[in-house]
């Protein structure tokens, strides 16, 4: 589902502005009213609310429905540190950073990328999955490889 950027930052602000205002006159149930929006229009903050109250497996399963949101980047972090021991969750959490960054189309972000793809690339190898490094440098090479600024600044930084 795909929402402009000026919608997205609208519906947080929105969904801010009504927890606040839930918090002041003492109606949580007010929030769990407009759960299945927030799940679908800002998958992020769905998970770290999931995250909050321990409910690990629905912040994967909303991470896994909903990869492809613009947002999604955002709660990577702290889904991947909720979940140590799960590599398809690192792959995914680390390639939708790299993508933001390649999205932009600068070199700086492209180098940013490279940082975000090496960090990614240490990562597997401290937990003993270096095989997930090939299939998920292979994806970012299937999407973007047509791209020369980003593959010479990939050459660069040793990501490939």
């Given at each position: 589902?795909?929402?402009?950027?000026?919608t997205v930052?609208g519906?947080?602000?929105?969904?801010r502005?009504?927890?606040?205002?839930?918090?002041?006159?003492?109606?949580?149930?007010?929030?769990?009213?407009?759960?299945?929006?927030?799940?679908?229009?800002?998958?992020d903050v769905?998970?770290?609310n999931?995250?909050?109250?321990?409910?690990?497996?629905?912040?994967?399963a909303?991470?896994?429905?909903?990869?492809?949101?613009?947002?999604i980047?955002?709660?990577?972090?702290?889904l991947i540190?909720?979940?140590?021991s799960?590599?398809?969750i690192l792959?995914?959490?680390?390639?939708?950073?790299?993508?933001?960054?390649?999205g932009?189309?600068t070199?700086?972000?492209?180098r940013?990328?490279c940082?975000?793809l090496n960090?990614?690339?240490?990562e597997l190898?401290?937990?003993n999955a270096?095989?997930?490094?090939?299939?998920?440098?292979?994806?970012?090479l299937?999407?973007?490889g047509h791209?020369?600024?980003?593959?010479d600044e990939?050459e660069?930084?040793?990501?490939?």
């Amino acid at each position: 589902m795909a929402h402009s950027h000026y919608t997205v930052p609208g519906l947080l602000r929105d969904y801010r502005a009504l927890s606040t205002y839930s918090r002041t006159v003492g109606t949580p149930d007010l929030m769990r009213e407009v759960d299945g929006v927030t799940r679908i229009a800002l998958p992020d903050v769905w998970i770290q609310n999931a995250l909050r109250r321990d409910a690990v497996d629905d912040a994967v399963a909303c991470w896994f429905e909903n990869v492809e949101h613009e947002r999604i980047r955002h709660a990577a972090d702290a889904l991947i540190k909720a979940c140590p021991s799960r590599t398809d969750i690192l792959v995914s959490g680390r390639l939708r950073q790299a993508d933001y960054q390649i999205g932009r189309a600068t070199r700086s972000r492209y180098r940013r990328a490279c940082k975000i793809l090496n960090a990614l690339r240490n990562e597997l190898n401290k937990a003993n999955a270096s095989q997930l490094w090939m299939l998920a440098i292979d994806d970012v090479l299937r999407r973007y490889g047509h791209r020369p600024a980003l593959v010479d600044e990939l050459e660069k930084a040793s990501v490939i």
